[in-house]
């Protein structure tokens, strides 16, 4: 290292001549040969030319920048040698037993020194882009379970922990893998943990796949959701709770939007309380589905409809023709063994012959042929009935026996009357306000105050 003359043999000339020396055994002696006492021996002659260094603080500026130049390069030599100095611990054994300021940066040259990359590392590019995509697709489906959650406005307890539960999730880890202060955090929170930094990027898309395996979880149980929603539903219209039971049956749609049974079931409460508008829009996803009992459904209505002065959705006749189309395709559709539906469409289409024999506007013959029909679908209503085994009974049970009886009456079989009013009255069970009024318009005796009516708003549907 050239020097000016005047200063070849002062002190500081001196501390650094050492220095150099130093750093060049310890240069010589690579890796593993490196012993605590050389790095101290170079760490403590770097102190002795700093403390020389400022002694000559005052000294010309020439001068001074010759001297500063020299331990500079020396310094960066220094630097150079870290990796050995660090490597199995060794410079911060040296650093525990001198104390050092930490001023003193050649006693910390730790964070100098890049750490070597981890060969796991390479493939952290990959893990982080699964990690990006599988919060992109849990995101989608939280978007999804909570459009189905809030349908109604509003969030139950069971709705508002899941929710919440994937919402948390997905901020969490979105921010530790998608912004730098989230990244330092997950870091920090992993170090604790005493998890390897080479391990980072693979524990982040383990949390990401976990969330998005809830994710799917939940809206995978959608359908068990719309189930929980539906018989919640049929438990608040079996109990007259009908504005209730229109609650539950829109959530069970909003969580499975094709299952036809909360269509018609909520169908069947407009009904009752006669939104006829409303109620045929339900039905009609249904038929759109080939689905029977929806269009079973849609006859009731139509029938209902065609008796009720405030519809303006069907004229009189044309709501029972339209009833009675409906009910003959659903017995040419209905699956051979489902009897109680078969018993249920005969006895809404002989509902439905019946009063078209009793419009004014037809021929006595015409009504007749009617009122005959009437019977045989009433009598095979009956006949399925018998063949059915239950120990409890269901809407419309018995039914057919009162509108054979107000047949009996109108052929003057009295005596067939009598008989039927009498098995009316004791194993009738109205399947709705319509059913109840039709018996007590034609009964005798006031056989329709008569009548169970522990099912009339419960489903006729199943």
Known sequence: MASSPQF?????????????????????????????QQILRVLLTRDAVEHRLK??????????????????????????LAPAMISDGKLADCRRSRQPDETAWWWWLEPNVPESPHWLDRFDWLWNFLSASSLVVSASFLTITAQAFSVVGGFDLLQTLSTLSQATGLVVIAGGTLTSRGQRLVKTTLKKLNIPPYFYSEVTLGASLLLLLVSYGVYNSLPQFSQYYYHKGLAAQRSGNLYVAVEYFKESIAFDPEATAPHNHLAEVYQNL???????????????????????GMGTLSLAAAENESSESFGELSGLLDAEVLFRIGLDQVAA???????????????????????????????????KEAAKHFQTSINLEKTIVSETTHPGQGMAYCYVAALNEKNGAHKDAAENWTICQRRGYPASLEEYEDILRLGAN?????????????????
């Open 274 to 296: 006669e939104k006829f508008q409303e109620a045929e829009v339900e039905y009609q996803d249904g038929l759109l589905k080939g689905d029977i009992v929806a269009l079973n």
């Open 337 to 371: 063994d489902n009897i109680q539906l078969k018993a249920v469409l005969h006895r809404n289409l002989g509902i439905t012959l019946m009063k078209r024999g009793d419009v004014e506007d037809i021929s006595e013959i015409e009504q007749q042929a009617l009122l």
């Open 446 to 462: 006031s056989v329709g105050l008569q009548l169970n009516t522990k099912h009339i708003l419960e489903s006729n549907l199943n």
């Open 55 to 80: 002694a000559i603080e005052n000294t010309p500026t020439s001068v001074l920048a010759v001297v500063l130049d020299g331990l500079s390069k020396l310094d960066n030599k220094l630097q150079d």
């Open 8 to 36: 070849s043999s002062t002190p500081i000339q001196r501390a650094l001549q050492v220095y150099a020396k130093e750093l060049l055994q310890l240069d010589n002696a690579t890796g593993s040969n490196v012993s605590r």
